[in-house]
């Protein structure tokens, strides 16, 4: 499991205002997302829309997809073309990993923010940052990484809370001024032969479950056989024998399974909807005693693994159902297929391996222009619903993915969580 949760006093990463590291690291982008995540080449399309809003002296705020690590650093192809420097919120879990990278991250704009609580300064750096326009600032509406360039995860009311908080306090000062949204797509496209460029890694992934080389079967089916492999090894975990029948269905029942238990525990009653939504309350009830040291070890081991439960609970409800639909168009289906096998690889050893034949599109859309909150809108807020629109749209996806049908798994004594 990658080390995403800290169970220490967080401590707000304010963002850097200086420009020289910003500047000069456009220079080394490009080898650096060769070498680090293979990508190969960038195009940017509709700069045009974010120079006249930068012209025209508005508040902005840049809301990209989310589906690859690669995204923050991505930023670049866009502030180096202007050009012009961003802020970008980012998760508190960036600044306590690799030394390197969370200083480059801090200096070229990132600053923190606490997933698992209210962080206020993180909210109000982000309002004033838009409220002066200072420089336009990046938010990642999904707030976790979807590893599916195909689907857009449900967008977090954070964003429009920023946008229109901003609002209000740039009208202030300058009642002629406003504040916008663009919608930014990231569409990456691998343009290798899986064939020939996952075999090898299908077969370390194959080894690591203990398996022979399945090399007399497809990409495609060894992908969906490791997967199985993957569910069936959870299952056996939590539920104390595999199951059978359609992965799909199962990865929605384990996962279900998991959260209602937990739900049950720590919330009091079981919800449903959008699984990161529900991981993320949990997290929240879970966590703060271990921050202010007010558990005893037994109890503290006791909640990691609830918490490590949630992760793989996130990370198996993020396996779309469908998404290796065999009568997908061949370029797409391949797509998916390094998607899906970059996703198995990271489940199984924290790692992804890097190809060399990753493209990107990036492309920014028309302005969004922020108008205050109609209270009576406020359970479907327009704003939010239109920028999910739009960038559906620019990445060329429909927002039409089935749900799974779900049933109550049967309890036994066997189904109990430790």
């Keep these: 499991m990658q080390k995403l949760i800290f169970d220490e006093p967080y401590e707000f990463v304010p963002p850097y205002r200086g420009t020289f590291l910003s500047w000069a690291f456009r220079f080394y982008l490009p080898h650096f997302m ?26 902005i705020i840049l809301c990209p997809n989310h589906s690859r690590s ?5 930023s670049g192809a866009i502030t180096t ?20 990278e969370s200083f480059v991250a801090h200096r070229v704009g990132a600053f923190s923010v606490y997933r698992e609580g209210l962080d206020r300064k993180a909210l109000d750096t982000a309002i004033d940052i838009v409220a002066t326009a200072e420089r336009p600032l990046m938010v990642y509406p999904e707030g976790v990484i979807s590893a599916a360039n195909d689907r857009l995860l449900t967008l977090m009311d954070g964003t429009a809370f920023i946008a229109r908080t901003a609002l209000k306090k740039r009208l202030k000062t300058h009642p002629d001024s406003g504040v916008v949204i663009h919608p930014v797509a990231y569409r990456y496209q691998h343009h290798g032969d899986p064939e020939k460029l996952l075999p090898p890694v299908l077969t370390r992934l194959e080894k690591h479950v203990f398996w022979q080389a399945q090399g007399h079967l497809s990409p495609l089916e ?11 090894a959870r299952e056996v975990q ?34 449903t909807g959008d699984v990161v939504q529900r991981v993320k309350e949990l997290r929240a009830v879970i966590l703060p005693d271990m921050v202010r ?10 909640r990691w693994t609830h918490l490590t439960d949630l992760y793989y609970a996130q990370c198996l409800s ?7 639909n065999p009568s997908l168009p061949a370029e797409r289906l391949n797509h998916r297929l390094f998607e899906t096998v970059e996703r198995l690889e990271e489940e199984l050893t924290d790692h992804v391996t890097s190809y060399p034949d990753l493209h990107v599109d990036v492309k920014v859309g028309e302005p969004i222009p922020v108008k205050p909150i109609d ?44």
Excluded at 44 to 56: F, I, M, V, W
Excluded at 82 to 99: G, T
Excluded at 222 to 232: G, Q, Y
Aim: glycine residues 6%; proline residues 5%; aromatic residues 8%.
């Design 34 to 59: 060769r070498q680090r995540y293979g990508l190969q080449s960038w195009k940017t399309y509709g700069l045009d829309h974010l120079r006249a809003s930068l012209n025209a002296d508005l508040g």
């Design 70 to 74: 690669s995204d923050p650093l991505l």
């Design 81 to 100: 073309e202007i050009p012009c420097h961003v802020y970008a919120m980012a998760s508190w879990h960036v600044f306590k990993q690799n030394w390197l």
């Design 222 to 232: 060894r992908t969906l056989k490791l997967r199985s492999a993957v569910l069936a």
């Design 238 to 271: 939590i539920l104390g024998e595999a199951r059978s029948g359609d992965a799909e269905v199962r990865i929605a029942q384990l996962v279900d399974h998991i959260l209602h238990q937990y739900e049950a525990e720590w919330l009091g009653a079981m919800r």
């Design 293 to 302: 040291a007010a558990v005893d070890d037994a109890e503290r081991k006791r």
């Design 318 to 324: 993020l396996h779309v159902p469908g998404y290796l």
């Design 375 to 418: 209270r009576s809108q406020r359970d479907n807020d327009p704003l939010m619903a239109e920028l999910r629109a739009r960038m559906l749209e620019l990445l060329g996806v429909t927002d039409d993915w089935p749900p799974v049908p779900v049933t109550r798994l049967e309890r036994s004594d066997s189904d109990m969580l430790p």
